[in-house]
Structure formats: structure tokens, C-alpha cells
């Protein structure tokens, strides 16, 4: 057998998105010609169980895609130049250390996207580079997303990342709302083979319910999909509570004796009457009162929320609800209902530091609140664009486009245009890192090694997993983490202070798991630290997950008071809704499809094959009321901009409702992604509304935005 001949096969797991599956991934030669032959789904992982979606196959494609950046590119004059990492790291910090002692150290944002998450480098290191530029200016993809889970979790069990995940395993009854786990493969509940899951809960004889505005793929399959009208969660979530209350159905459950605040909590909700929630949401009573038993039924219910009600006008307000809900129905805690994971590397110890905090600080130009020494996205552009002491002049983007994924994604476009200096790690020249001046580009996710910290803690099931790189790095190139202590140590060195290194990211993960919950310190009979784990690189399974809440609760007095006052006083200002305005007299949501990851991968030409999956679905009885046909091109418009659009006739989703996925919109001049460009479809965000967002935490609306659909003139 010859060196081209070799086969390889390397266990791996998939990194894209929640769910993390094992991969089995055959590779053929040796070292710098090795390539993939095969990516299949490792039956052997004893959580994802062979399971694999069309995305993961796209992990060849980002590979081999010629189109991404391996070395450090400078713009020069609006054109990109390679140069080494000594001297982007130099100049960048040489800069640094001019704006920061220029204007002060909060006149440099960072945001940080979404694939920080997925890539645990960047969790280890990314404090590093936050250490050396000392702003406060911190946002991420937080405030697009789970913000409100994070808020719930913090003010009702003391810790941010204390947070309850369906037991889809055991549960008898769970309501889906705002959630597609067909597509998305599950958010805020790792949970690979979704579709599986969710049928044994109707084949051990539960069910399970969906709530959305558009019969969705998981729709589809549920015991019933009831349409609600979007933004409208609230009224629903707000009268299940009163209706509990009035009708005996709040159960004792092991954590009753430690609750205050119910007496509270029943006064506020007492006006959300099954009228009210009728006519506000557009589900009949009778449905809601079947579905409140249903749920009530018995202590292994579980209600689940995700974008469709994080992300919209009473996300907080929402995500609080549901844990309400959950916990008067004695469903927290218990096999069946929301437990907490119990994640190998030790996290969320009563009284430790990255808790949560709420509201220390402000933005500048609207007042919005940091929470966990965050600001929200929504304000990043008027921060940039607003002048006045203390205006942002440089940004650091870590993974992430904002440009595409942060409600009026124009205004963002122009406000980058304008920054002092921008730097971004990616691997893309794309529509947000386009105005970088400087582009730091990491290895590929099958170049380094990888460890799931933040998913393992969202999981329905407690496993670990670590699994080597697929290929050797490329010579010169960096992972994330390399370029963070890099970058890092330049520019604390160029403001006069010194930082030291921190280790590899499998270094701390091993001293994170022999500190953790199944190491031999802890008496687990697994005795988990790296080793173990990389003589098991199918991954171990931990069993089910477990109870044990009260002796985590990170409350100061170890008990859960249900009265969050903020809260409580944000339902006093709920509005009805009266109708939207004469121009805008449509709701747009979002969509997301299984061959599509966010804005970064319609680069590969693996998953964008076959129909466009961008078009805007409008409801016939609409089309028809505003003359229009199936598949024309109209404009889209809201309060801050309109959008060309083609429509696609489809009843999954309810009259009044027009939905569009986001991340589209990769037809612009500077960006360097081939494939992409010839899917261009348009940016969501182009119209969802910065100004506009839940009033609590300052998490953006990306559901449920009033909008109006013209004919081209
Ligand atoms: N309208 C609307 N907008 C939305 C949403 C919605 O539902 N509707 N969803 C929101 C949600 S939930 C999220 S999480 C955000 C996501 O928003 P973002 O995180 O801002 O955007 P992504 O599309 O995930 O872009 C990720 C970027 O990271 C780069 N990248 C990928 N992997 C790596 C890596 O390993 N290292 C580095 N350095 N770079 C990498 C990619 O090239 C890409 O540029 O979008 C939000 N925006
Ligand atoms: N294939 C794929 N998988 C992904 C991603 C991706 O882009 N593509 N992104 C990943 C990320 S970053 C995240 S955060 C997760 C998100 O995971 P999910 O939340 O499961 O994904 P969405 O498809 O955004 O589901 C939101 C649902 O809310 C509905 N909805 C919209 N408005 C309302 C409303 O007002 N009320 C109610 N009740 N429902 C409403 C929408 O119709 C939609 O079905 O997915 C992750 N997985
Ligand atoms: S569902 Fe698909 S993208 Fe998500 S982890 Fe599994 S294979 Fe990867
Ligand atoms: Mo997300």
C-alpha cells in the first residue's frame, strides 16, 4: 500500500451546531494530500447514534474551499495583502495602543459570533484578548439569541448558566414553542437525533405540541400545531400561569418549600384571562384549556421556548414564563420534565465569578443594560456612529458577521466603514469582515482538536467527548486560540503591561475535568481527565440526566424567588395588540432550513445545490389580497428600509405572517465567496429594526417585525 493509498478513519464531532453528532470521517493518504473520502454518522456515539445532517458533509467543502484565507491579509490602499503574523500583530497592536490611549479603552468594541461557542479555543482564549484591551465595550451573538434564557436563569436560579434543558427522554408531554428542532437541530437543548427523540415521546405513549406561526417540519410531526399569531407568546404563557392558579393545577413538588413570591406572581398574571389570551394570540379557549391540562397532567410535561420567543419583543418576559410554568407545574428537577445537565468539566459553583450581573453599566447613546458584562448588538452601530465622548472607534469581530446577522444590518455596514480600525478573525472575506483593515484567519474546524464545553451543558444527555484533529495544520497557520494569546500579548506588551500565555485549550480541559463532577477526585467510577477521553473517541456516556438542583442554586439565600420585580413590572406595560400600522400591515418571521448554518455557508456549493431556499413565503389569502402571484419579485418594507424579495405561495404559515430566513444577501461588491455570490438571495436583516427591542434586556427583535409587501413599480 503506497501513501496515497492510505485510509484513515478518524471518530469527530461535528461542531456546526448544537447538537454536536460523532462523525466517522475516512480520510485516503497521509499528511498534507491526505483528503476525505467519507463523512458518515458515528453509530458508535453513544448520544448522536449515527445521526448526521447534509452539513456535515459541507465540513469537505470548508476544507478544500479555495476561497478561504489561511495567513494574515492587511487592505492597502482597498486592496488585500498577505503578511505575516509578527507584523500583524505588531501593527495591530501598535494601533491599539494609539486609539485606546487616545480616546480611553472603551473607545474599542469587541463582538463575538456565534462559532466562539462551537470552537472551545476561542471560549479558553478569547478572556485573553478581552484582559488586553480592557473595554467594556463587550457584544456578541448573545443579544441575537438566548439572552432572555441567560436573564431567566440568572434572577430565578442565582447563575446565568444554570439552566434547565427538556429531558426529551423521558418526558411525557412538551410543548414546542418558537422552536424548530426538525431544522435547526435543537437550540439552548443539545439534543442530536432530534427526530427520533421526539417520536419515541409519541411511541412510549406521550405527546408533544408545537406553537408557531408556520407549520413547520417539526409541526408536521407533532400531536398538534397550534397557529399563534407572532409576538403574541406572552398572552399565552402569562394566562397558562393564571389559569393554573384559579384552577388548583400549581403542584407541590420537592422544590415548592423553597419558591417566593407566588402570591406576587398570581396578582400579576390575574388580568390574563382566557378571553384575552384568545383574542390576542388567535387560538380558540377551548384549545388553550386542553392544551393547559394536557400539560398539567402530570409533573414529566415540559415546555420549551426558543428563537421564535427568545428572540422577539418579551423575549425576557417569555423565557421567564416558561420557567414559571415549568416550575409550578413541579416540572424542574425531575426525570421527565427540565433538569439542569451535569456537564464533565465542573461549572456553575455557588458564588463564582462570570455568575451574572445585571444593568452595572449602560450604553452611551440609548441606556440599554449590560447584562453579564455585555451590551447589546443592537445598539453597536448608533455606539459607532453617534458622536460624542466615548464614540467607538475600533472593532475587534471574533466569528462573527453582524452585518448580515444584527437588526439593520445596513446602518451596521456603514458604521465599519468609518471605525479608526477594524480586525477581524475569520477565515472569510465576507460582507462584515470586508471593511476589516486587518483579517486574522484560523485553521479549519478539522485542523484542531475539539472538546463541546458549551454544549455538554445544554445537553438532554450528560456524555464527553474529545477527538483529535482530522488533518495536520497547514505550515504557518494558526488556530484561534494561537492568534488570541498571540495578539493578545502584542498588545498588552504595546500598552506597557505584560500578559502571559495561557496553555492549550486540552491542558485546561483536562484540569477542568479532573476538577468536574465524574473525576476521580469527585469519586465518579469514570475517573474522566483527557487521557480517558482520548482512549474513547466515540465519546462516553454519563447516563441520564440528574437531579440535584437545590444543591446547586447560586441564590445568595439557596431559594428561587419566582417575583423578578423588573419583570413583573414590564408585564404591567404589555401592550394589546392593536393592529400594526396602515404601511406595514404584514409580520415577518424567520425560518431556518437543515442545509443552511447562519450567514457562512452558502460558500459551499454542497448545500446550496438544488432550489433556492431564500424566498419570502406570503399566505395565498394575502397574495391574493394584494395581487400578487406566486414567484413574482416585490419590495419588502419596515420602519428602517426595504428589500427586494421573491415571494413563494405557501400556507405553512398563517395569513398576515410573511417569513424570510436570515444570512442571505451575499451579492455585495468587496466580498470574496464564489459560491455564495451565486446564491446570493437578501439580507434579513436589512429590515429588522435596531431601534426597536425587548425592553428588559435590550435582546434584538428578529421575529415578528410589522412590515408591508409592493408590487415593483
Ligand atoms: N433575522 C435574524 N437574524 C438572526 C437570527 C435569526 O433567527 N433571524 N439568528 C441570530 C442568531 S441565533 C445568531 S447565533 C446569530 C449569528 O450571528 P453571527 O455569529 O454574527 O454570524 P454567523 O453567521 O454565525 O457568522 C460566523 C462568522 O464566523 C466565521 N467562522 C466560522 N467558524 C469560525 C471559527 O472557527 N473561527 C473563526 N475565527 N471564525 C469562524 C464565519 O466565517 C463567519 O464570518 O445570528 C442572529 N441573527
Ligand atoms: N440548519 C440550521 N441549524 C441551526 C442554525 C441554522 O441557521 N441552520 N442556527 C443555529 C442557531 S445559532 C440557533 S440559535 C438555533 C435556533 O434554533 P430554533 O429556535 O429551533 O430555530 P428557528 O428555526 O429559528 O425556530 C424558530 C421558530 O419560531 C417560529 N416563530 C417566529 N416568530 C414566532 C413567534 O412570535 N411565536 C412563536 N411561538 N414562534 C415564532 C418560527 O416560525 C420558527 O419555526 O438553531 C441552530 N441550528
Ligand atoms: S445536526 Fe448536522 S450540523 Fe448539527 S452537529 Fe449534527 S451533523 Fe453537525
Ligand atoms: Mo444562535
Request: hydrophobic letters at 40%; glycine letters at 8%; charged letters at 20%.
Amino acid at each position: 500500500m503506497n501513501e496515497q493509498t492510505i485510509r484513515t478513519t478518524h471518530y469527530r464531532a461535528c461542531h456546526l451546531c448544537e447538537a454536536i453528532c460523532g462523525l466517522k470521517i475516512e480520510t485516503e493518504g497521509v499528511q498534507q494530500e491526505q483528503r476525505i473520502i467519507s463523512i458518515k454518522g458515528d453509530e458508535h456515539d453513544p448520544f448522536s447514534r449515527g445521526h448526521i445532517c447534509p452539513k456535515a458533509i459541507a465540513l469537505q467543502d470548508m476544507h478544500d474551499d479555495p476561497d478561504r484565507l489561511k495567513l494574515p491579509v492587511k487592505k492597502v490602499d482597498g486592496a488585500w495583502q498577505q503578511i505575516s503574523w509578527e507584523q500583524a500583530f505588531d501593527e495591530i497592536a501598535q494601533i491599539v495602543a494609539e486609539i485606546q490611549g487616545r480616546e480611553g479603552n472603551d473607545s474599542l468594541a469587541v463582538y463575538a459570533g456565534n462559532p466562539n461557542v462551537h470552537n472551545y479555543g476561542n471560549l479558553t482564549h478569547g478572556r485573553m484578548l478581552r484582559k488586553a484591551l480592557g473595554t467594556k465595550q463587550n457584544y456578541s451573538a448573545t443579544s441575537l439569541d438566548q439572552l432572555p434564557h441567560h436573564f431567566a436563569a440568572y434572577f430565578l436560579y442565582g447563575h446565568q448558566f444554570l439552566i434547565p434543558v427538556p429531558d426529551i427522554d423521558r418526558t411525557k408531554f412538551m410543548v414546542i414553542m418558537g422552536g424548530n428542532p426538525l431544522a435547526s437541530n435543537g437550540s439552548m437543548m443539545t439534543v442530536p437525533d432530534v427526530k427520533k427523540r421526539l417520536k419515541s415521546i409519541q411511541e412510549r405513549g406521550g405527546k408533544f405540541v408545537v406553537i408557531d406561526p408556520r407549520r413547520t417540519e417539526t409541526a408536521d410531526i407533532a400531536d398538534s400545531h397550534l397557529f399563534i399569531k407572532p409576538g403574541t407568546d406572552i398572552f399565552l404563557l402569562l394566562g397558562m400561569i393564571n389559569y393554573m392558579f384559579n384552577n388548583e393545577r400549581v403542584r407541590d413538588g420537592h422544590l415548592t418549600n423553597v419558591f417566593d413570591g407566588l402570591a406576587e406572581v398570581e396578582q400579576s398574571v390575574a388580568g390574563f384571562s382566557l378571553a384575552i389570551v384568545s383574542a390576542q394570540t388567535g387560538i380558540p379557549a377551548n384549545q388553550l384549556i386542553d392544551l393547559f391540562d394536557a400539560f398539567c397532567a402530570q409533573p414529566e410535561s415540559v415546555f420549551y421556548g426558543r428563537m421564535g420567543v427568545s428572540v422577539q419583543q418579551h423575549g425576557s418576559l417569555c423565557q421567564w414564563a416558561i420557567q414559571v410554568i415549568n416550575l409550578l407545574n413541579g416540572s424542574v428537577d425531575v426525570p421527565g420534565g427540565a433538569m439542569v445537565p451535569s456537564s464533565a468539566i465542573a461549572y456553575v459553583q455557588p458564588g463564582e465569578p462570570g455568575s451574572g450581573h445585571y444593568n452595572l453599566f449602560q450604553t452611551r447613546v440609548r441606556g440599554l443594560p449590560e447584562f453579564g458584562g455585555e451590551l447589546p448588538v443592537s445598539a453597536l452601530a448608533e455606539e459607532m456612529l453617534t458622536p460624542g465622548e466615548g464614540q467607538l472607534k475600533a472593532l475587534f469581530t471574533l466569528a462573527g458577521n453582524p452585518v448580515l446577522s444584527s437588526p439593520n444590518g445596513r446602518q451596521l455596514d456603514q458604521a465599519l466603514e468609518k471605525l479608526d480600525l477594524m480586525v477581524s478573525l475569520d477565515f472569510y472575506i465576507n460582507e462584515t469582515t470586508q471593511h476589516a483593515d486587518y483579517i486574522l484567519p484560523p485553521t479549519a474546524a478539522l485542523e484542531h482538536d475539539h472538546y463541546d464545553i458549551a454544549f455538554h451543558r445544554l445537553a438532554v444527555r450528560d456524555t464527553a467527548r474529545f477527538n483529535e484533529p482530522v488533518f495536520e495544520p497547514e505550515a504557518g497557520t494558526k488556530h484561534d486560540w494561537e492568534i488570541l494569546n498571540g495578539l493578545s500579548i502584542a498588545i498588552a506588551a504595546a500598552k506597557g503591561q505584560s500578559l502571559r500565555a495561557m496553555p492549550a485549550p486540552d491542558i485546561l480541559m483536562d484540569m477542568g475535568l479532573q476538577m468536574g463532577p465524574y473525576s476521580k477526585k469527585a469519586g465518579s467510577e469514570h475517573a474522566l481527565n483527557l487521557a480517558k477521553l482520548k482512549a474513547n473517541p466515540h465519546g462516553i456516556d454519563l447516563g441520564p440526566l440528574k437531579e440535584g438542583l437545590l444543591k446547586r442554586l447560586c441564590t445568595e439565600n439557596k431559594r428561587i424567588n419566582l417575583a423578578v420585580e423588573i419583570l413583573l413590572s414590564a408585564i404591567n406595560k404589555i401592550a394589546l395588540d392593536s393592529g400594526h400600522e396602515l404601511d406595514f400591515p404584514l409580520t415577518l418571521i424567520g425560518r431556518r432550513h437543515v442545509r443552511s448554518n447562519n450567514s457562512w455557508m452558502h460558500n459551499y456549493h454542497r448545500l446550496v445545490k438544488g432550489k433556492p431556499r431564500h424566498h419570502c413565503f406570503v399566505h395565498s389569502s394575502d397574495l391574493n389580497a394584494l395581487n400578487l402571484v406566486d414567484g413574482e419579485e416585490v419590495i419588502l418594507r419596515s420602519r428602517v428600509n426595504e428589500i427586494k424579495v421573491q415571494i413563494e405561495m405557501s400556507d405553512e404559515v398563517m395569513p398576515g405572517v410573511v417569513c424570510l430566513p436570515h444570512g442571505w444577501g451575499h451579492d455585495r461588491q468587496g466580498i470574496k465567496l464564489e459560491v455564495a455570490e451565486r446564491h446570493a438571495g437578501v439580507s434579513f436583516n436589512d429590515v429588522s429594526d435596531d431601534q426597536a427591542c425587548d425592553p428588559v434586556t435590550g435582546n434584538a427583535i428578529l421575529n415578528g417585525i410589522p412590515c408591508g409587501l409592493y408590487k415593483l413599480n
